[in-house]
């Protein structure tokens, strides 16, 4: 299983950013995707999450400011960011908690990573 993200980049105190992550190989059925953060010298943290059925969770930072949304179809998770703040600059990471098969273990693949600066 693999899963490719994209959409990071360079943001402006109180601007946006999209980012996206696309889950693909040996993959039967998905449980909950979403999006972890490591800033520089900091534990990762969780951002947001989002089941099969469209429950969400988020990080109290962010709340009210981000929105996590998944294509169950396509097997992707999208982060939508906005009124981002210097304190959002980290590496997020996508997640996805894959079944490969009928009744085996559910597993946690990570993405690459994609950067997140919000500086002026």
Known sequence: VQLQAS???LAQPGGSLRLSCAA???IFSIMSM???RQAPGKQRELVAVITSGGMT???DSVKGRFTVSRDNAKNTVSLQMNSLKPEDTAV???LAVVRRSPGS???SYWGQGTLV???S
Do not use: D, E
């Open 24 to 26: 693909s190989g040996s």
């Open 105 to 107: 273990t559910w597993l």
């Open 92 to 94: 997020y990471y996508c």
């Open 34 to 36: 979403g999006w972890h």
């Open 57 to 59: 969770n988020y990080a």
């Open 7 to 9: 959409g990071g980049g």
């Open 117 to 119: 600066t919000v500086s």
